[in-house]
């Protein structure tokens, strides 16, 4: 089945405590990117990443890393994370090098105390 | 600045009640402009794509259409099951996407 997988689902940390949320595509897309979803905010875009070792910062980059060794992987690290990252997060992915049709995870629920 | 304005917030309609929902963006160069759906606790799910003013897209009660400056989602005939948040993006120059906040649509049987 083609899907656009994120792990955790559901995470609880402290502030200052690195951490992964990892994102896994097996559908061989180019494109991937993150995004995180705020009430009366919307979904604001993170990091993009055209291909592999590509990527590029999106409208909300500060206090968020990625990396894209492999086609089907890009991880969102949070190297030293703040209450004002407490979020939904979303990983997508779509066809070719730009943001056509996308693809969504189902997201992870992370909370910063 | 680019920004992409979702109207009404929320909707409430009867079934078989046909309305549109509106969102209107300015973007230096537009490059596509994209409708979503998202069920509550899940993924916006990809519904359309459009390019060029004058486009239209059709699935099942779905039509969306696209001018200069909006574009529209006309649901026609909706039923239940149509109840989500209906979110549109619009891609600009940098390959940059910019999502409006969202349409909460709710039909009642």
């Known amino acids: 089945e083609a899907q656009v997988t994120q792990n955790p689902r559901y995470l609880i940390t402290v502030t200052g405590k690195k951490l992964t949320v990892t994102c896994s595509q097996n559908m061989n897309h180019e494109y991937m990117s993150w995004y995180r979803q705020d009430p009366g905010l919307g979904l604001r875009q993170i990091y993009y990443s055209m291909n592999v070792e590509v990527t590029d910062k999106g409208d909300v980059p500060e206090g968020y890393k990625v990396s894209r060794k492999e086609k089907r992987n890009f991880p969102l690290i949070l190297e030293s994370p703040s209450p004002n990252q407490t979020s939904l997060y979303f990983c997508?992915?779509?066809?070719?090098?730009?943001?056509?049709?996308?693809?969504f995870g189902p997201g992870t629920r992370l909370t910063v105390t | 600045e680019d920004q992409v304005t979702q109207s009404p917030e929320a909707l409430r309609l009867q079934e078989g009640e046909s309305s549109s929902l509106n969102c209107s963006y300015t973007v230096s160069g537009l490059r596509g402009l994209f409708w979503y759906r998202q069920d509550p606790g899940k993924g916006p799910e990809f519904l359309f794509t459009?390019?060029?003013a004058g486009e239209e897209k059709e699935k099942e009660r779905l039509k969306a259409t696209l001018t200069k400056k909006e574009s529209f989602l006309h649901i026609t005939a909706p039923k239940p099951e149509d109840s989500a948040t209906y979110l549109c993006a619009v891609r600009e120059n940098t390959d940059k996407l910019i999502f409006g906040t969202g349409t909460r649509l709710q039909v009642f049987p």
């Open positions: 459009l390019y060029s």
């Open positions: 997508a992915s779509s066809y070719g090098t730009s943001s056509y049709e996308q693809y």
